[in-house]
């Protein structure tokens, strides 16, 4: 079964970086689309950076461009999201994501939290 396990969130000071990674099983990695999402209290999950199966192109919110970098290898089945230049608008619950190329269910991790915080 698919399965999606992200890691390397945690507290950081506004300003500084972090790099989460999601770990892939269950399916076929390398023709899957990518995606990291994320929640913060209150507010609606939101996507924050998508790569195509290649990796060739990528997509981001307007809130994070110049300042995340989603990129993935394909021969270890992980994905990551480079966090630079941290806001406090940045604290949430990230979330790795991905659905067959035919369209078919989301599939979710169970999510890694950022806080963004002095």
């Known amino acids: 079964q698919v399965q999606l396990v992200e890691s390397g969130g945690g507290l950081v000071q506004p300003g500084g970086s972090l790099r989460l990674s999601c770990a892939a099983s269950g399916f076929t990695f390398s023709d899957y689309a990518m995606r990291w999402y994320r929640q913060a209290p209150g507010k609606e999950r939101e996507l924050v950076a998508a790569?195509?199966?290649?990796?060739?192109?990528?997509h981001y919110t307007d809130s994070v461009i110049g300042r995340f970098t989603i990129s993935r290898d394909n021969a270890k089945n992980m994905v990551y999201l480079q966090m630079n230049s941290l806001d406090v608008e940045d604290t949430a619950v990230y979330y790795c994501?991905?659905?067959?190329?035919?369209?078919?269910?989301?599939?979710w991790g169970q999510g890694t939290q950022v806080t963004v915080s002095s």
């Open positions: 790569a195509t199966s290649t990796g060739e192109r990528t």
């Open positions: 994501n991905t659905n067959p190329p035919n369209g078919g269910p989301m599939y």
